[in-house]
């Protein structure tokens, strides 16, 4: 048997179809390059916005012929579109779809995945648990072996589900119900099973990160003991986390990225505005000139930390004047990178619910353009600033024959070079720089393998993301 995964939204949901896609190889599937050619299609969703709740439907109602044709393939619908109070609207519209299953609890799938694979093969000895960190095949070395295809280089490590705050605006507190951090022991067993399948860095996933460890008893721990612990994990050589709140980014958080060597110096902590009365509207629960001081906490004890932030435009009620302060912002701190949205009412929320969208599309496309433009400028000169500096880069794939990997403040980079430098650390010099990517020659760093055909396309999941 084989399947096909589409995911659509954050790292969070990339995370999900990754352990998604491991469950399922733990049962001897292999990864069909379409979904024409498989026998389990999983859709990963998406409810942040409407737009991505849009692309889910057009995409299972694309498949609907297909299913209708092979009535013995599994058609599976899950993520942050299924829940309680969805999922009875959800199985009336979509009466094709053989399972759903809410976000990060797959096991209604693997569970019909199961029971398909014992009609076809009763002496099939499927796993027991949901698949998602049990080994399929250990070496004698005790690596684990992937009988299907290498694993990517930078893999995600989702440490808590959940969040415990009310943002007028964000749904996801009720796709993905309250906090729940994984015990430290659990997470560091996980990663050294990453490590063991190639990887060299991990990213802790959380929706909000720095709340790790808060609801976990008898002791509670913080994100800044996990970072410890991970930190020891050999051949791990960069930790990442995201992303990061104003409110629970402490000191003690900073002063373990500052000071543990594997945890890179790139911080994501969203404003979502410029405006104080913006932000009250939003409940995030702190003002313009609180995030001013944290941002110079940052750069202060780690002066080379690379910011991004996250900002939505047109939320209810926003002004002119209103948005302009969010320019304003942008412009004073001067943020590496600036993800941009435009503001999309969920039902649900207070915002939803309660403020009139009254911001119209047209002027929300505008002001997301202004934003791009002005962070385009920002990161362009940013990056030109790189010019001539030599970057440790990890280098996670190939692209175009060119060697591509991040730079510990997250950067991309891009370099050309006949050896293959496939997880490795590689010691380029940046010759040329965009506001989006980095160009350079390679000058050192660790030592690389033998030269290999050009072109040759690295085996990635399939995933198609927003």
């Known amino acids: 048997m084989r399947y096909y995964i589409w995911t659509v939204g954050c790292q969070m949901n990339v995370a999900d179809s990754e352990r998604i896609g491991r469950a399922l190889?733990?049962?001897?599937?292999?990864?069909?390059?379409?979904?024409?050619?498989?026998?389990?299609?999983?859709?990963?969703?998406?409810?942040?916005?409407?737009?991505?709740?849009?692309?889910?439907?057009?995409?299972?109602?694309?498949?609907?012929?297909?299913?209708?044709?092979?009535?013995?393939?599994?058609?599976?619908?899950?993520?942050?579109?299924?829940?309680?109070?969805?999922?009875?609207?959800?199985?009336?519209?979509?009466?094709?779809?053989?399972?759903?299953?809410?976000?990060?609890?797959?096991?209604?799938?693997?569970?019909?995945?199961?029971?398909?694979?014992?009609?076809?093969?009763?002496?099939?000895?499927?796993?027991?648990?949901?698949?998602?960190?049990?080994?399929?095949?250990?070496?004698?070395?005790?690596?684990?072996?992937?009988?299907?295809?290498?694993?990517?280089?930078?893999?995600?490590?989702?440490?808590?589900?959940?969040?415990?705050?009310?943002?007028?605006?964000?749904?996801?507190?009720?796709?993905?119900?309250?906090?729940?951090?994984?015990?430290?022991?659990?997470?560091?067993?996980?990663?050294?099973?990453?490590?063991?399948?190639?990887?060299?860095?991990?990213?802790?996933?959380?929706?909000?990160?720095?709340?790790?460890?808060?609801?976990?008893?008898?002791?509670?721990?913080?994100?800044?003991?996990?970072?410890?612990?991970?930190s020891e994990i050999d051949g791990l050589v960069r930790i990442r986390f995201l992303t990061s709140h104003p409110r629970d980014f402490t000191d003690r958080i900073l002063d373990a990225v500052a000071r543990l060597p594997k945890v890179c110096e790139h911080i994501n902590i969203p404003v979502q505005a410029g405006d104080d009365a913006i932000l009250k509207a939003m409940w995030r629960g702190y003002t313009v000139d609180v995030y001013r001081r944290i941002v110079a906490r940052i750069r202060e004890r780690i002066p080379s930390c690379s910011i991004a932030t996250d900002i939505i435009v047109g939320f209810p009620g926003e002004t002119e004047e209103q948005f302009q302060r969010t320019l304003d912002l942008i412009e004073e701190i001067r943020f590496d990178v600036v993800h941009v949205a435009m503001y999309s009412p969920r039902p649900g929320t207070l915002a939803g619910d309660q403020m009139p969208d009254d911001v119209p599309r047209a002027v929300k496309k505008e002001r997301l353009h202004r934003v791009e433009a002005l962070q385009e400028r920002i990161s362009l000169e940013i990056n030109q600033a790189l010019i001539g500096t030599e970057q440790e880069i990890l280098v996670e794939d190939e692209e175009h024959g060119k060697w591509k990997g991040r730079t510990r403040t997250n950067k991309l980079v891009f370099f050309s070079d006949p050896r293959n430098w496939l997880g490795k650390l590689a010691v380029v010099r940046i010759d040329r720089a965009s506001p989006w990517s980095l160009q350079g020659t390679v000058v050192g760093g660790e030592e690389p393998g033998p030269a290999r055909p050009r072109w040759q396309p690295l085996p990635v999941l399939n995933l198609a993301r927003v």
């Open 25 to 230: 190889q733990d049962r001897g599937l292999s990864e069909a390059p379409s979904a024409e050619q498989a026998d389990v299609i999983v859709l990963n969703t998406c409810s942040v916005r409407q737009a991505a709740e849009d692309k889910a439907y057009g995409k299972v109602g694309s498949l609907r012929p297909l299913k209708l044709a092979r009535p013995d393939l599994i058609l599976a619908f899950g993520g942050c579109m299924v829940a309680e109070d969805t999922l009875p609207m959800l199985r009336r519209r979509l009466p094709y779809v053989d399972v759903f299953f809410p976000p990060s609890e797959p096991q209604a799938l693997l569970d019909l995945v199961d029971q398909r694979m014992s009609e076809r093969d009763p002496t099939i000895d499927t796993p027991s648990s949901d698949g998602c960190l049990a080994p399929t095949v250990t070496a004698a070395s005790g690596a684990i072996v992937s009988p299907h295809r290498p694993f990517p280089v930078a893999r995600w490590l989702p440490v808590m589900t959940g969040c415990n705050r009310r943002c007028t605006y964000c749904i996801v507190p009720f796709r993905r119900g309250r906090e729940v951090s994984r015990p430290i022991p659990e997470l560091v067993a996980e990663a050294r099973r990453l490590v063991a399948e190639g990887a060299r860095e991990v990213t802790l996933l959380g929706q909000i990160v720095d709340r790790y460890g808060r609801d976990l008893r008898p002791e509670r721990r913080d994100l800044a003991d996990l970072l410890e612990a991970l």
